[in-house]
């Protein structure tokens, strides 16, 4: 069988609302999750036995990282199986930052898992896959889906959307990682809000869906620009640029994400923003 490949899309929260700590450890959530046309992309071959190899622009970032969730998630398809552990090949081009609020990881893991699926012939649809997935990490139902979707629970409970318009987006990311722990441990000495869901737009048009979006809220981005100051560096930078209609933190950071009319002021933004800070991460993109 040929190597065989598939982007791992970056994961962008629209909004997010946290509510305070549960008895059982987690803080329940609403969010609305799109996915963008840049991410890792991971090549799955046969092999003797199971190995992973890392490239890319941020590899050195997990260099001695032992067991990543790559790994764990095709071992735990070979244990669902039945076929233990899968003889596969796996090469990952990380292009996304790391500790960056784009589910990278459980990108990466959901990307794997169909990899690993299709490469072993195994008759699970996505839907087992997205079991094996929540096993991973909250954030892996999500990711291995890729699709829009209202999200809340842990994260793991998810309503699919099929009607918002393709965003025009800048995704920016200033160098800074952000621990997600230590944003959470932040939030909760905090004043926690609540998970509440808002009721959708009424107009699905690019320009009501931003409009919409302008009176939600990361609950997460006070927490972490204090941890990280560069993330509200990077918020003002972008929010200075032509055509931004509006600007947000995705995720527990530090990517920022601001949102545009067209592709084109986009991607006019990007080249205009690369210039201003030629060490950022800067891509523009289409939110779906």
């Known amino acids: 069988m040929a190597a065989i490949t598939r982007l791992a899309p970056a994961k962008i929260n629209l909004f997010l609302h946290v509510g305070p700590l549960g008895a059982d450890g987690y803080h329940p959530l609403a969010s609305l999750v799109v996915f963008a046309d840049v991410g890792d992309r991971l090549t799955v071959e046969p ?3 199971l190995s992973l190899t890392v490239t890319g622009a941020f590899a ?9 969730l790559v790994l764990r998630a095709v071992r735990a398809l070979g244990a669902a199986a039945g ?11 990380k292009q996304l930052p790391v500790a960056a609020g784009l589910g990278g990881g459980s990108s990466d893991a959901g990307a794997a898992l169909k990899l690993a699926r299709d490469a072993l012939g195994l008759p699970f649809d996505d839907a087992a896959l997205a079991e094996i997935a929540a096993g991973i990490g909250a954030d ?27 965003l025009p987006a800048l995704l920016v990311n200033p160098g800074a990682p952000s621990s997600t722990g230590a944003v959470y441990r932040a939030f909760d000495a905090g004043c926690p809000g609540g998970a509440d869901r808002p009721a959708p737009p009424s107009a699905r048009d690019v320009a009501s869906v931003i409009d919409w979006l302008a009176f939600q809220r990361n ?5 972490a620009g204090i941890l ?9 930078a972008v929010s200075t640029l032509p055509g931004a209609r509006l600007t947000r933190m995705s ?19 990007g080249q205009a923003l690369t210039a201003l800070h030629p060490d950022w991460w800067v891509r523009p993109t289409v939110l779906r």
């Not at 076929?83 to 081009?93: F, S």
């Not at 995720?251 to 933004?269: C, E, I, M, N």
């Open 60 to 68: 050195g970032a997990l260099h001695g990282e032992g067991d990543n």
């Open 228 to 236: 990280a100051p560069a993330i509200g560096e990077a918020l003002g």
């Open 251 to 269: 995720g527990s950071g530090a990517t920022v994400f601001a949102l545009f009319d067209t592709t084109a002021a986009a991607g006019a933004a």
């Open 83 to 93: 076929v233990g552990e899968p003889g596969l090949r796996v090469t990952l081009d």
């Open 140 to 166: 892996g139902p999500m990711c291995l889906h890729a699709r829009a979707a209202w999200a809340e629970g842990r994260g793991d409970v998810l309503t699919f959307e099929t009607g918002l318009p393709p």
């Open 219 to 223: 609950d997460l981005e006070a927490p």
């Open 47 to 49: 092999a003797e036995r």
